[in-house]
């Protein structure tokens, strides 16, 4: 299955993205790329550790972290915000960001100078359905965010989330994602949500339960044993998943072969209070029903 993480990357989803190289590992490689980084930069220069990092955000989400990869439906814009940063994490003004289109997507702007902060702000017309890659370059380094367009989104991006959760199936036995979705939230010592559990989401830590979504790849293989199971399909990550309560962490005992369809995994469910990725919720010893 060809570069399955790029078709699949979310717009809602950055903030766990963005934290973890394990959940980014492969998805662009290159003998010239920052493999420690995992972040598809290219290093155009001899000195890395010297180099100046560019990062891009969702205008709209900025808060969750950053994206390398986007999926949207080809009658809707894309909003990004770049950032042009030195080695020590200062902003780089003045500077020129270029930005392209492999296919040739529309682009408001295909060259911005920074702002006083680093910043530059573009929109994107994604009128070619299929996969895209939009090449940002600047500083002497050039990063790649993977760009995958549909004809026809998964329902409306203002959709209510509850409205597009009717869609799973009734299965017998399985945690209601209303349960663990109906949960308090503060900001945490990591930047990001933590969680403010009920009594009835307690009950289930460290207990075997039962689990209904849809599968969102961590990495480029047909068969995965870590990934995310999402209340919502894949395609519709780029307008929801709402935040971390709508998707938990799976670890399962042998591979689970992808598919756009739910399914049922069953695990031992462990709540997460405090952690760095911004997750809730994880299934270990998980295994598809």
Same mark, same amino acid.
């Not at 009128?127 to 409306?156: C, M, N, W």
């Not at 209303?178 to 949960?183: E, R, V």
């Given at each position: 299955?060809?570069?399955?993480?790029?078709?699949?990357?979310?717009?809602?989803?950055?903030?766990?993205?963005?934290?973890?190289?394990?959940?980014? =590992?492969?998805?662009?490689?290159?003998?010239?790329?920052?493999?420690?980084? =995992?972040?598809?930069?290219?290093?155009?220069?001899?000195?890395?550790?010297?180099?100046?990092?560019?990062?891009?955000?969702? #205008?709209?989400?900025?808060?969750?972290?950053?994206?390398? =990869?986007?999926?949207?439906?080809?009658?809707?814009?894309?909003?990004?915000?770049?950032?042009?940063?030195?080695? &020590? =994490?200062?902003?780089?003004? &003045?500077?020129?960001?270029?930005?392209?289109?492999?296919?040739?997507? %529309?682009?408001? &702007?295909?060259?911005?100078?920074?702002?006083?902060?680093?910043?530059?702000?573009?929109?994107?017309?994604?009128?070619?359905?299929?996969?895209?890659?939009?090449?940002?370059?600047?500083?002497?380094?050039?990063?790649?965010?993977?760009?995958?367009?549909?004809?026809?989104?998964?329902?409306?991006?203002?959709?209510?989330? #509850? %409205?597009?959760?009717?869609?799973?199936?009734?299965?017998?036995?399985?945690?209601?994602?209303?349960?663990?979705?109906?949960?308090?939230?503060?900001?945490?010592?990591?930047?990001?949500?933590?969680?403010?559990?009920?009594?009835?989401?307690?009950?289930?830590?460290?207990?075997?339960?039962?689990?209904?979504?849809?599968?969102? /790849?961590?990495?480029? $293989?047909?068969?995965?044993?870590?990934?995310? @199971? $999402?209340?919502? /399909?894949? $395609?519709?990550?780029?307008?929801?998943?709402?935040?971390?309560?709508?998707?938990? %962490?799976?670890?399962?005992?042998?591979?689970?072969?992808?598919?756009?369809?739910?399914?049922?995994?069953?695990?031992?469910?462990? @709540?997460?209070?405090?952690? %760095?990725?911004?997750?809730?919720?994880?299934?270990?010893?998980?295994?598809?029903?």
């Amino acid at each position: 299955m060809q570069t399955l993480m790029n078709r699949l990357s979310p717009k809602r989803l950055a903030w766990i993205l963005a934290l973890s190289t394990v959940m980014l =590992g492969g998805c662009w490689s290159s003998q010239n790329t920052d493999s420690a980084s =995992g972040s598809g930069e290219v290093r155009s220069g001899s000195d890395r550790q010297a180099a100046p990092t560019i990062r891009v955000y969702m #205008a709209e989400f900025q808060e969750f972290g950053e994206v390398v =990869g986007i999926t949207a439906a080809s009658d809707e814009f894309v909003d990004l915000r770049m950032r042009l940063e030195a080695a &020590d =994490g200062e902003p780089l003004p &003045d500077a020129e960001l270029k930005i392209s289109s492999l296919v040739g997507n %529309e682009l408001s &702007d295909e060259s911005l100078p920074t702002d006083k902060d680093g910043w530059v702000d573009i929109r994107i017309r994604p009128r070619l359905p299929g996969e895209d890659v939009l090449t940002f370059t600047g500083g002497g380094i050039s990063k790649q965010v993977s760009l995958y367009i549909t004809d026809d989104a998964y329902g409306h991006p203002m959709e209510h989330l #509850a %409205e597009r959760a009717v869609d799973l199936p009734e299965v017998e036995g399985v945690v209601p994602w209303q349960t663990m979705t109906d949960i308090g939230t503060r900001e945490g010592r990591h930047g990001l949500l933590e969680p403010i559990f009920t009594s009835d989401v307690r009950e289930l830590h460290g207990k075997d339960v039962r689990i209904q979504g849809f599968m969102l /790849p961590l990495d480029n $293989s047909d068969r995965q044993q870590h990934f995310l @199971l $999402s209340r919502t /399909p894949p $395609s519709c990550f780029y307008c929801l998943p709402g935040g971390p309560e709508n998707v938990v %962490e799976v670890r399962t005992e042998r591979p689970v072969e992808f598919s756009f369809d739910p399914m049922v995994i069953a695990g031992r469910m462990e @709540l997460l209070e405090d952690s %760095e990725l911004g997750l809730f919720y994880r299934l270990s010893n998980g295994k598809k029903e």
